[in-house]
């Protein structure tokens, strides 16, 4: 009798240590101990206390506090991570023991950059939606890196080198920087042959693609003076298209506007080295049905897309 209650005390203090860690999570995703409440249906100084006990069993501050917000420490963001995927463990096991596993739901957040976002993830996440309906996304299109734990994200599009630790990623295709204008422009002014000539052309600067003013062909380097810059990737090609001068972006952010013939390429001996584009996910979230089930269809899908630029327009 002795043992077996030792057992049911052990079992009563990972009970009590997996609701902490559930209160701990509700607080750092919903950003203060008062919304964390109000979604877990409990007081405040309830969830105040949980999170005290969860610090004093640990040691360590998770959070740093002030009076309107609550941080993490370095060490709350660490824990946040392997408690994520504990709780989605759980999640898991209770799923398939009701026999829901095989059924995504929840929230559901993706980002990539926006232009992208807008012409090949948002077709996927429509069909993700439509055929799961018991899950809703949250997209989030921007022209900048974000950092998948610090702000609670499930999927990441990225293009480019992957710098960060801790994620998974599957190559799904490529892109690279072009040079273009449009033909009125080119008409008026001449087209350059090599990139030395842009220092004689109006340069529309895409800051989000270049965030230097010397432009790199490979070893070469060319300082350009835009006479109009933009941190908006669409912004830059909408002023090309209208003739305000030469611009640099990725190939497929200006892959209708070459189809139309409204922009023109330029300088393609000179193009530099395709970038890999990549499907990311924290380590170990892929376990969870809602994000392994819209990896596996976002990867199919952008596979089967044309990310490469079409044929040159130049001739």
């Known amino acids: 009798m002795h043992q077996f209650g030792g057992r049911e005390r052990t079992g009563t203090m ?9 209160v701990f999570t509700a607080v750092v995703e919903q950003g203060s101990f008062v919304d964390a409440s109000r979604a877990l249906d409990l007081s405040a100084p309830a969830v105040t206390r949980s999170v005290a006990r969860l610090e004093s069993a640990l040691g360590v501050p998770l959070f740093h506090r002030s009076t309107r917000h609550v941080r993490l420490t370095d060490s709350g963001q660490r824990y946040y991570t392997h408690v994520k995927g504990v709780l989605e ?3 898991e096991a209770e799923a398939a023991v009701t026999g829901s596993y095989a059924e995504p739901h929840g929230q559901l957040t993706v980002t990539a950059p926006a232009l992208f976002g807008h012409k090949y993830v948002v077709p996927i996440i429509t069909e993700y939606v439509m055929t799961h309906g ?5 997209s989030l299109f921007l022209d900048r890196v974000t950092n998948l734990l610090e702000d609670n994200l499930d999927v990441a599009i990225r293009i480019g080198a992957l710098a960060d630790s801790g994620l998974f990623a599957t190559h799904v295709g490529d892109t690279h920087r072009v040079v273009c204008a449009a033909p009125d422009y080119l008409a008026e002014r001449g087209i350059p042959r090599t990139p030395a000539d842009l220092a004689e ?3 529309v600067h895409a800051t989000a693609v270049e965030p230097l003013t010397a432009w790199a062909f490979g070893k070469q380097k060319v ?3 835009p006479r109009l810059q933009c941190n908006q990737n669409s912004a830059a090609v909408r002023a090309a298209v209208m003739g305000m001068g030469v611009t640099r972006v990725m190939c497929y952010q200006v892959a209708d506007e070459l189809a139309a013939g409204t922009l023109q390429l330029l300088l393609e001996d000179f193009e530099p080295p395709s970038l890999p584009i990549h499907v990311v996910y924290l380590e170990g979230r892929k376990a969870n049905a809602k994000i392994r089930s819209f990896v596996d269809l976002a990867v199919e899908r952008l596979r089967a897309s044309s990310l490469a630029c079409p044929i ?4």
């Not at 018991?134 to 949250?138: D, G, I, L, W």
Request: glycine share 4%; charged share 25%; proline share 0%.
């Open 14 to 22: 990972a009970m009590d240590k997996l609701e902490a860690m559930r």
């Open 201 to 203: 052309h109006d340069i």
């Open 223 to 225: 300082k350009v003076a």
């Open 312 to 315: 040159s327009l130049t001739g």
């Open 134 to 138: 018991r899950v809703s996304v949250n």
């Open 89 to 91: 463990s759980v999640q």
